[in-house]
C-alpha cells in the first residue's frame, strides 16, 4: 500500500486492523514458557473482519471468531473461523437494510458460553450458535421468544447463573429487557420507554438490579455521512441512568440525570448500603464529528436516598475493555483490568491491573506489542479475587503475527507464565471470552 492509500485508508481497513481472509487451523502450538496446570479451555475472541475487505465503519464488519485450546500445560490448536450468518452467505447484503431481519447479523462483536450454548453476538440482531470448535450452528432466538435485537453484552449474574440482558431498536419500543434462566429459557421480556432510538451497547447489573444507560447517542439516518453509522451525537437528549429491579418492570425504573457522556464499557457493578456503585469507561461523547473523546475509568454513585448521581473520574489514562473475574459480576470487586491506549498509538499498548479499594494500578507496558481485551481467568483452586491469570491476544508487528500472552493475575507486571506463538496475525477485534473444558463438555 503506497502512502497516498494509506492516508486515504479508514484505519479499521489497514495496519492490524485490516481483515485476515483465510480460515486457518493449526496444531501443536510452541509455547515459551509454562502453561499453569490449572488452566484448561478455550480462549475465544470475536472482531469484525469484512469479507471483502471493504467496509463503512469499523463496527459493521463480518464476524471473525479466533480461538486457543489448552489443556494439560500444552496448546492444543488454534483455529479462525467466518460466523456464516446470512449477511456472510450474501457479501452484496446491505446490514443497513436488514436491520428489519433478525438474522440478517455480522454477529461480530462478542462470544460468551451460558446454559451449554456458545453464542456470537452483535446488538443489532439475534444471537448466533456455533460449536465447540466455532464451526457456525445458526441463529438463536430462545425457541421463538426473542422479540428483536439483543445486546452484544448479556450479563450473567454470579450467584444464580442466570443472563441479564437487553435489546434496542430505532422504532418503538425503543429498548427492551431480557431475563434467561441459567438452563437457557428466556423468562422475562419488559419494554422499557424512554424518549427515543439511541445507541445503548452495554449496561450495568448488581446483585438485585439492572441499570440502564440513556444516552445521547441518537439513531439519524443523517450520520452516516459522517461516520459511516446512523447514529449523531445529540445532547439535547439528555443522559440518565435507570434503575430497576432485576426481576421489575417499566414501572419500577428511576431514573437519575447525569451530565451527557457515553460508555461502550463499564467494569462492573455493585450495591453498597442503598447506594449503587458503577465502575465504567466515560467519554465526554462519541460520533461527534471532529471529537476525540478518549474514555476513562470513572465512578458513579447513585445516591438512591438522595436522588443524585456523584461522579469520580479513577484514573486519567485512556482505557478500555474493561473486565473483573467472573465470580464478581455484579457483587463487590477489588480488581479490574483494562487495555490501555496512547493517542494516535496503535491499539492496546498496554495492560492495566486497577485495585480500587486502595486507588493503585499495575502497568504492563508490551513494548511495541498491541494487546486485545484482558481475560481474566480464576484459579478454580484459588480463593483471593486475583488468583488466576489474565490472558490477552496480542500482536506483534516485527513478526506479523500474534500470540497469547498469559501473565500471573497477581503480577502482572512480572515474567509472563508463558507465551502461545501463533501461526498467523489476529486483527485487532472486539470481545471474548475464556470458556472452561467443563462448560465445554456442558
Known sequence: MSQAEAENTPFWLKDNFAPVFEETTAENLTVRGTIPDALNGRLLRNGANPQTGESLHWFLG????????????????????YVKTPLYLNPDADIMSGLGDMSMSAANTHVMKHAGKILALEEGHWPFEVSNDLETVGPHNYGGKLPGAMTAHPKICAETGEMLAFGYGMAPPYLT???VSKNGELVQVEEIEVPGATMVHDFNVTRNHVIFMDLPAVWNLEGMADNGLPIVWDESYGARLGVMPR??????????????????????????????????????????????????????????AEGRVEETQLDDRMVDFPRVADRVVGLKHQYGYCAAFAKGAPFGQGLIKYDVDSGTSEYRDLEGGQASEPVFVA???????????????????????????????????????????????????FHGNWVSDDDCRS
Open 62 to 81: 463480518n464476524g471473525m471468531l479466533h480461538g486457543v485450546e489448552i489443556s494439560e500445560g500444552s496448546a492444543n490448536w488454534y483455529r479462525n473461523r
Open 177 to 179: 429487557y431480557y431475563r
Open 247 to 304: 426481576n421489575g418492570g417499566n414501572a419500577d425504573v428511576t431514573w437519575y440525570d447525569i451530565e451527557p457522556c457515553y460508555v461502550f464499557h463499564p467494569l462492573n457493578a455493585y450495591e453498597s448500603g442503598s447506594d449503587l456503585v458503577l465502575d465504567v469507561c466515560r467519554m465526554d461523547d462519541t460520533m461527534k464529528p471532529g471529537s476525540s473523546s478518549e474514555p476513562k475509568l470513572t465512578r458513579w454513585t447513585i445516591k438512591t
Open 379 to 429: 484459579n478454580p483452586d484459588g480463593t483471593d479475587e486475583d488468583d488466576g491469570w489474565v490472558l490477552s491476544y496480542v500482536y506483534q508487528p516485527e513478526r506479523d503475527k500474534s500470540e497469547v500472552l498469559i501473565l500471573n493475575g497477581q503480577d502482572i507486571t512480572g515474567e509472563p507464565a508463558a507465551v502461545i506463538e501463533l501461526p498467523v496475525r489476529v486483527p485487532a477485534g
